[in-house]
């Protein structure tokens, strides 16, 4: 379990994240959303120790990372797959990690084997691909067989086979009754593999539900009819005191009303439908929705094709173009 309390990290006068409070809790996949510059990896270094934050705290299992004894056996992360040696080998990699957390020397074996690198442990991980990479550092993040795992977007560089392979992986684990924590900008995939969702947006806890839920109280849904006698439809539902909104193509958009009571609607004045379908936002959509308001880089896609931003004075840095960030980032 991870708790985070009051978590605040400040940087001079910029606050990246702002007295977040809630628990990572095992036995289910908990998603980690935010736009670009939401704070989510302060947050995940943070729980690492690797920063320092400026108030609130931490707990692993009950215990600050600093203060576990041997933490690969807690808790795996997967921040930064390039963070490995390159000079090394994938198994001398993975080796030196376990030596320093007095894990057993076949447990590299093993892992190198679940990852699906058995035929490469003995190269260089300079030469391996963004996918090979990645599974390495999956790799490194199974090394300490943990009851937590933190993963920052693991499918980056992986192809179908991989995404499909880590997506089951993470199901399994928390099934397992592990806790596992993951961050990813793809809506798709995430969708796909997470049950729970904590949302942060600049810094800020913005959600701390179910996905279903998360959907649910973030997006509309919405009943979709259309048939050829869509005149008769329209009085029918009139008649009924429910309100159907034209939406093109012949078909009515009905809020409030389930797909069983409008076809039984439709059943009992026999009227034929060509459709009668339950529609509901994409996770992709319910986020854009919530974090509206908390993007702090927009992009503008106004300008015409041969426009260049304005410049501004040299400051002998060479040329830049468009205002300068406040914060420098």
Known sequence: MIELDALTKRYGTKTAVDRLTFTVRPGVVTGFLGPNGAGKSTTMRMMLGLDNPTSGSVRIDGKRYQDLQEPLRYIGALLDAKSMHGGRSAYNNLLCLAQSNRIPASRVSQVLDTVGLTAVARKKSKGFSLGMGQRLGIASALLGDPEILMFDEPVNGLDPEGIHWIRNLMKALAAEGRTIFVSSHLMSEMALTADHLIVIG?????????????????SRSYVRLRSPQRERLRDVLHDNFITAVEAGNGTLEIDGQSTEALGELAARHQIVLHELSAQRASLEE??????????????????GPHERPAARPDDGKGPQWGPRDPEGA
Do not use: P
């Open 202 to 218: 600049q810094g800020k806890l913005l959600a701390d539900t179910s996905m279903a839920d998360f959907i649910q109280q973030n």
């Open 286 to 303: 319910a986020f854009m929705q919530m974090t509206a308001s908390a993007v702090e880089y927009h992009a503008h896609t106004d300008a």
